[in-house]
Structures are given as C-alpha cells and as structure tokens.
C-alpha cells in the first residue's frame, strides 16, 4: 500500500539567529521525512505568544511566560528551548542606577506576555511598563519616553554601543536567588495533533537542532541573515547562548525552573490561574 504524502505542518518561529540556527536543517530541507513536512511562519515572539492563544500553528514558539494562557491548546516539545543559565534579558537604563532607582517609573518593555516580562515584574513589582515592539526599546530610553528598558534577543550583546547602562541581568539574578536555569522561549506543539504526527515532529525538530550543532560553520552562515547587526563573532556567542543542551533537551532543571516561575507568577497575581508545565 502506498504511503500517503507528507502532512503538512504550520511552524512559526521568531526571525532570530538564535531561531534560524535551531531550525536550519528543516528551512533548508537538509532534513526531510517521510511523515510531516514543514511550511514556516516567521513573526516576532509576542506576536506568536498571541496566536498561541488563538491555536493559530500546529507548532509555534512561545514564551515560557505564555504557557499558562495557551496551555488548553498545546503541550510544550522537550526539544526548542531558550533557556539562559545565569545570563538573560537585561534591564538597562540611560544612567548607571541600581534597580530600586526603577521603582515606580516608566520601563519599556516588549511584551505582555513575554517571559522576560514576567521576571522583571517578579523582581521588581512596582514600575508603568510601556509596551513596543522589541526592537524600539533602546529608542524609547533613549528619547526620554521610558526611564528604563527591558532588552531580550540580540540586544543583550549590543547594548553597550548605545550608551546606555546595564542595571540587572534578570538571569544571573533568577540563577543567583533560585539556583536555577531562566527558561524564556519554548516552543509547543498542538494537542489535538494525531500521537504519531506529533511525534515526527519532535523527532524532526530534536534532528534539526542536531545537525545545527554538527555543522555549526554552515548554521552560523545561515543564522547571520537574521541577526539584526551582530558581526559574526556576536551571533555565534548569542547563538551559543541559546541554543545547547537545554535546547536539546529540557532536563529536570529546566522542567523545575518553568514550574517555578510560573508558580512564583500566580502567587504573585500575575497569572490568572495555576498550570503544571507538561512537556512532550
């Protein structure tokens, strides 16, 4: 009997080197099989984190801090995490300060719904939060529109050419208070997905970050395209960052730091409800 054709599947994943070096070998069909192939959706993180709740991909990247609100539609993949080991998303400012000095003022941050979001409201809970698009933070703390700003992606590497100031690095902090690693992004994958479709798409996905790894020189050319001003040497420390072995894996660290951050937000009246983090 002849096998049926390929199932196609909706990925979405944010136009980031980190990103693109993770899912290489599938965008660039070096990896194909014989169950699913992959169409690719490239949107930036909030933006993905709202479709999520929508159910709008079969599979999508989202932030950690997204989960609880999607969680009905998807479970998250043990594969494709984000995750920074003592390292994050910073709170920079236009002058050197101390986070205190933060309390009750204006923070530009990217995003409701994003986990670097989360952190900073669990380790300051008193600041305005203005809202813009991820790559206009910088611009609203340098116009005097923000007093302060909540840098994810690349500008963590960057930040110090604008002129302005770091404040807390919202991962050494997590590290340092929990012992933990700070899981950020994750992707997840629809529940309602046929068990072995699913499963292909795991398997596929934990593939591709193999064969990134494996051909580390061609996925770094590949990644630098959307890397969003990092030279070369930039992108592959940012890259290096996050994409390694919790990415491979989410291991019992990674599970207990999600719970974690996630239990720390409801009890902090952040999150409407409580969800056990469920990997696949």
Not at 156 to 174: C, E, I, M, P, T
């Amino acid at each position: 009997m002849d096998r049926p054709p390929p199932r196609k599947i909706v990925v979405a994943h944010s136009p980031d080197s980190d990103d693109a070096f993770m899912f290489y070998g599938l965008a660039t069909q070096k990896l194909r099989s014989a169950v699913v192939s992959f169409e690719h959706v490239l949107q930036d993180i909030e933006t993905l984190n709202q479709a999520a709740q929508e159910g709008r991909y079969d599979m999508t990247a989202i932030s950690y801090h997204a989960y609880p609100y999607v969680a009905e539609h998807y479970v998250l993949t043990s594969s494709g995490s984000s995750v920074g080991d003592g390292y994050g998303p910073l709170v920079i400012s236009p002058r050197p300060c101390g986070i205190e000095e933060l309390k009750g003022k204006t923070i530009a941050v990217p995003g409701a719904r994003t986990t670097a979001y989360l952190a900073l409201r669990l380790l300051l809970p008193d600041f305005q939060p203005l809202f813009v698009p991820f790559d206009r933070i910088f611009e609203a703390v340098e116009n005097g529109s923000a007093q302060g700003g909540l840098i994810i992606h690349e500008g963590q590497l960057n930040f110090d050419r604008r002129g302005v100031h770091r404040v807390v690095d919202l991962g050494r902090w997590w590290k340092e208070k929990y012992g933990l690693p700070l899981p950020l992004g994750a992707n997840a994958i629809r529940r309602s997905l046929e068990p072995e479709i699913a499963r292909e798409c795991c398997v596929m996905l934990r593939r591709s970050i193999e064969y990134a790894l494996a051909n580390r020189e061609e996925a770094l050319t590949y990644a630098m395209q959307f890397a969003r001003g990092l030279d070369s040497g930039l992108t592959e420390k940012f890259v290096g960052m996050y994409v390694n072995g919790h990415t491979l894996h989410a291991g019992p660290d990674v599970q207990e730091a999600a719970q974690k951050l996630l239990d720390l937000g409801h009890q902090a009246g952040l999150i409407p409800r409580r969800v056990m983090v469920e990997f696949v």
